[in-house]
């Protein structure tokens, strides 16, 4: 009877620290959404997503390099559950309402279509959960207002183009004139409007030429090229993406676009392994940050860089670096909330208090976030030419851009910003 | 003859909404407003269809009832419900009138075709807009009832209730007006034009009335959505969005005004599910469905309650 | 201001592509008054099937000049494939109900064909670039053109030359003109009308992969691909008339040369110039330009 007592009172101890043991051992649901149909799958959706089965991977079983060592998200392992981006935004948000609410995840990471972000952002304030855009190019987020549980790990676009600008300007000197080829959709109406923009406010004398929106995923480019072509123009931007860049530089090479004319291609990266031979010398190409080629050559992006490619065949793009960006920032405000408030679980709210105004590592290099309230990240980043070195497309004339000189400063919008001369 | 019980049922679903409401989960009461909202432009939808005619073109409306809503609210920070879906119902009705004097002479496919054609050129009058965000639209201010923000727990419940009572109400007056003389017209145009016109009625008149009714439903539905998920784009104008109408029209069948609420529900419910099991091949799971659909259920779910039983 | 010479070239190599994208759309129709939405699937079909066996064509160093073939081959056997099976297995019972029913099952075939052609080759891009630039190029106006884009209207007029001859010079096409005025009075006739929709079908979908397959060299290949061409071509049809193969042709060369226009002198307007056309025409012409008029039965 004796023993049989000691197994009893045993058995209610173990079965009242369990919970506390399960809790702490209990995995971080974390909601990943990116596009995983359509055209956006395949330039982004998916090299996101294998970015982050790697990254998870690799820290649930503790193998991040320092300071993410630790397993999971504080010791937490993570458990992902991965939706698709895809459809009308009516539909995205009724996902991510579905994801937070009936799939009880703890935090949500994800994104690419700013439209969606847009659409999003209220609807994670509305639901206190805290919401982290790896991607989308739009700096009207944090911009048109505030907000307490959303935080984006990555620069805006607007360092794209202005970015492009100060290349041209540091490698052309003046221009006479440029011209656009951009998708007519928000994106590449934006992308134009700040390339020309800032070209004007470096070069005022600046001629420009035409700019060319055909509809997104149109596909067959003759007349526009032949446009281009008529112009004469000496510079051309483009922020063209996936299938349409892919088709842009298919039949305008051929063409002599890219002769005798500087043709900056502000998301070319993507292209840039499976077309490095179509891509002919001088072209300016760009990875939306310090990503890809551009990526520093620190113990981060060695041990993404090399495991991903092993894991994949394939080396990843902006879309995956930013994604990893992305994970790695909220594992540091995770930890770095955990610490604050004696080791226990942290709340969703003191992981926002964390990431605001944090600075962290990643492979792409060093983020801060620095605007929209410490809620939007900036970062350097940098431009350079191709050229062809022994059967490698490399990039040569690389020149980089410190994060204040290419994003507006705290407060200031960033059309305003552009249009004052980029006053710091 | 049965009489049609439609009246009960509808009260009844108020019933059934105001109170069950109370015990759903948040994440149900969203998805049932939105179903509201799709329903509302389905029933319109319904209407054409009774008359043979298949719009591709409804999104039209829908976009414009959801940008009138967020034009109150943008430009002068009128966020009620009820202001919001008079408003678009209004502008959509007023923009019927205007293009029915063209469509109403058009039938079968080039009536679907010269609808998707409007709607598409709308879309890219929008897309081109940068004041309205192009293709990344722009969020709405919350909404308010009467004047009064409910609190954040009680929102989606009095949304859901509100919206609920305003669909229903023009349930009914869709159901009253099916049973006017003009209200039946829809399937003798279907079957004989040219007997309507012997009969002394106006076939184009009829259209008409039909498609203004039509697109100030879609118009209501257009503000609902707009308002209850706080953010609008162009592409609620672009022909996938109509197609998707078409499908749930197709889904519910237009044995009754309550069907297409029916049928968006369970579109909705099989676009979650797809999306769960299926992540990446969603598609394929909508198109054996849409498929079954139409195979099995020529007249629509609907039919599965109307099963007349043979002696 | 551009020359006028480009804008013409321009416009006459688009236009040869939304011939060639749209033909089988309003021969299908013609006979057999289904707007066949998975027109837009043998699109993508045939550019994927074309651009993958070409690839592996090239790969194994087979000669270059034949990849002309390989792409000709590659639409083919993807139609083949699909096409008849879902003429016999699904549309086949289908004939009779509402031509807007039959819309409806096309899209969903569409819908799940799309998911297919993901899980079949992924989601990758496939290139196929030698093709395009085999063959040099040629200059108007100062400037370059490819003379790739010359086998794509050498192409359009084939078809149509030969789709023009089979239909009036044949027995076959005499036989084809009596289905499409009257099914019902053709089989009592003893016409044989399932095996003619039976080849219809396969034929108009062999075409859009056709358009698909030749067009694959110069883009990259990706999902997706088939979802605008059916806008596309279904704006180009009706302009047009459905059904009237002259009409395609008229309705190709209006779009390709309003487009050609737009994007050289108004590069604003060319979002919705195929829409406003199309509403244009069908505003004055309910039928489109060469629209059939059909007997009202009573």
Not at chain 1, 175 to 198: H, L, M, R, T
Not at chain 2, 229 to 237: C, L, R, S, T
Not at chain 2, 284 to 300: E, K, R, T
Not at chain 3, 3 to 11: A, H, R, S
Request: aromatic share 10%; with cysteine; proline share 5%.
């Amino acid at each position: 009877m004796e023993g049989l007592k000691k197994v009893a009172v045993a058995g209610v101890i173990a079965a009242a620290l369990a919970p506390l043991g399960a809790f702490a051992q209990q995995p971080v649901k974390v909601g990943f959404v990116m596009f995983l149909s359509g055209p956006a799958a395949s330039p982004f959706g998916v090299p996101a997503k294998n970015a982050a089965d790697f990254v998870v991977d690799e820290l649930n079983a503790g193998k991040g390099p320092a300071p993410y060592g630790k397993v999971g998200f504080g010791g937490s392992k993570i458990e992902m559950v991965a939706i698709d981006e895809a459809g009308p935004t009516t539909s995205v948000v009724t996902e991510y309402r579905n994801l937070v609410q009936r799939s009880n995840v703890d935090l949500v990471i994800g994104y690419i279509s700013s439209g969606s972000c847009l659409a999003i952002a209220p609807v994670a304030e509305e639901l206190k959960k805290f919401t982290n855009f790896f991607d989308c190019g739009t700096p009207r987020i944090f911009e048109d207002a505030s907000y307490k549980y959303v935080f984006r790990t990555s620069p805006t676009a607007t360092m794209d183009s202005v970015g492009a600008a100060f290349f041209v300007r540091d490698t052309k000197g003046k221009v006479k004139s440029i011209a656009g080829v951009n998708q007519n959709y928000a994106w590449g109406q934006d992308s134009w409007g700040d390339f020309e923009a800032s070209m004007k406010q470096l070069d005022p004398g600046v001629e420009v030429k035409t700019s060319q929106m055909p509809k997104l995923f149109a596909g067959q480019y003759n007349a526009e090229i032949s446009s281009l072509l008529g112009t004469g123009a000496d510079v051309i931007h483009s922020s063209f993406w996936d299938g349409d860049l892919e088709a842009f530089i298919l039949q305008a090479s051929p063409r002599g676009l890219f002769d005798k004319r500087t043709v900056i291609l502000t998301t070319g990266e993507t292209a840039m392994h499976k077309l490095a031979a179509q891509i002919p010398d001088g072209t300016v190409l760009g990875a939306r940050g310090p990503f890809g080629p551009y990526a520093p050559d620190n113990a981060y992006n060695r041990w993404f860089a090399k495991g991903f490619e092993a894991r994949f065949q394939a080396p990843p793009n902006y879309a995956s670096y930013q994604m990893a960006q992305a994970i790695l920032g909220v594992k540091a405000a995770w930890e770095k909330a955990m610490a604050a408030n004696g080791g226990k679980r942290p709340t969703n709210e003191e992981v926002g208090a964390a990431l605001e105004h944090l600075a962290f590592d990643g492979p792409g290099g060093h983020v801060r976030m620095a605007i929209g309230k410490g809620h939007q990240a900036i970062m350097e980043t940098a431009y350079g030419m191709t050229r062809n070195v022994g059967g490698k497309l490399t990039m040569v004339d690389v020149k980089r851009y410190p994060a204040e000189t290419v994003n507006p400063p705290e407060g200031v919008k960033s059309a305003d910003w552009i249009k004052g001369g980029f006053k710091k | 003859m049965r009489p049609d019980r439609t009246p009960l049922l509808l009260g009844a679903i108020l019933a059934a909404v105001v109170a069950g409401g109370l015990a759903l989960p948040q994440w149900l009461l969203f998805i049932l407003t939105i179903a509201c909202a799709q329903g509302l432009v389905v029933l319109g939808l319904n209407l054409l269809i009774r008359a043979g005619l298949v719009s591709f073109g409804q999104a039209l409306f829908y976009c414009i009832g959801a940008y009138t809503a967020g034009g109150l609210s943008r430009a002068f920070g009128i966020s009620d419900l009820f202001v919001q879906m008079a408003a678009g119902t209004a502008t959509a009705a007023l923009a019927a009138f205007v293009l029915g004097f063209l469509l109403a002479r058009y039938r079968g496919i080039f009536f679907g075709l010269l609808s998707l054609a409007l709607s598409m050129i709308f879309y890219g009058l929008i897309v081109k807009s940068e004041t309205l965000g192009s293709t990344d639209g722009f969020n709405l201010a919350k909404a308010t009832l009467l004047g009064v923000r409910p609190g954040e727990a009680w929102v989606r419940y009095a949304v859901l209730v509100a919206a609920a009572s305003v669909t229903l109400a023009a349930v009914f007056l869709a159901w009253r007006f099916l049973r006017t003389p003009l209200g039946q017209l829809g399937p003798a145009i279907k079957d004989n034009e040219i007997r309507v016109e012997y009969m002394g009625a106006s076939v184009r008149y009829a259209i008409h009335v039909n498609y203004v009714i039509a697109a100030a439903l879609a118009g209501a539905g257009g503000a609902l959505a707009a308002t209850t998920v706080g953010h609008i784009d162009p592409e609620m104008a672009y022909w996938t969005t109509s197609g998707e109408f078409v499908f749930i029209a197709v889904l519910s069948g237009t044995g009754s005004v309550v069907a297409p609420f029916l049928g968006a529900l369970i579109f909705g419910a099989i676009h979650t599910v797809a999306f769960d099991l299926s992540p990446n091949t969603w598609q394929m799971s909508m198109g054996l469905v849409l498929l079954a659909a139409i195979v099995f259920l020529p007249d629509g779910l609907w039919s599965l309650f109307t099963r007349r039983k043979t002696a | 201001m551009s020359q006028i010479g480009p804008v013409l070239v321009d416009g006459v190599i688009y236009s040869a592509w939304l011939f060639i994208a749209a033909v089988g759309l309003t021969l299908v129709y013609g006979v057999m008054k289904i707007l066949n939405v998975t027109h837009g699937s043998f699109y993508a079909l045939g550019a994927y099937a074309g651009a993958s066996l070409t690839g592996a064509w090239l790969v194994k160093g087979y000669p270059p000049m034949l990849s002309y073939a390989v792409l000709l081959g590659g639409a083919l056997l993807a139609t083949l494939a699909v096409a008849p099976a879902i003429e016999r297995g699904l549309l086949r019972f289908m004939y009779a109900k509402d031509e807007v029913v039959i819309l409806l099952v096309t899209y969903a075939l569409f819908l799940i064909i799309e998911d297919a052609i993901k899980l079949v080759w992924g989601v990758n891009p496939y290139f196929v670039a030698e093709p395009y630039a085999l063959l040099g190029s040629f200059e108007v106006g100062g400037l370059k053109y490819p003379t790739y884009n010359l086998i794509l209207v050498g192409l359009a007029l084939a078809l149509a030359a030969g789709l023009a001859w089979v239909l009036r010079g044949t027995r076959v096409g005499k036989l084809l003109s009596a289905v499409i005025h009257d099914p019902e009075m053709s089989r009592a006739l003893g016409v044989n009308v399932d095996r003619f929709y039976l080849v219809t079908f396969t034929l108009g979908c062999f075409l859009a992969a056709l358009g698909g397959s030749f067009t694959s060299p110069t883009v990259s290949v990706v999902p997706g691909l088939g979802v605008d061409v059916i806008v596309l071509s279904f704006a180009v049809v009706v302009i047009g008339g459905l059904g009237s193969l002259p009409g395609a042709a008229l309705g190709a060369v209006i779009v390709g040369l309003v487009r050609s226009l737009s994007v050289h002198y108004l590069p604003q307007v060319e979002l919705f110039v195929i829409y406003s056309v199309m509403a244009l025409v069908l505003a004055f012409r309910p039928r489109g330009l060469f629209g059939l008029a059909e007997p009202r039965k009573i």
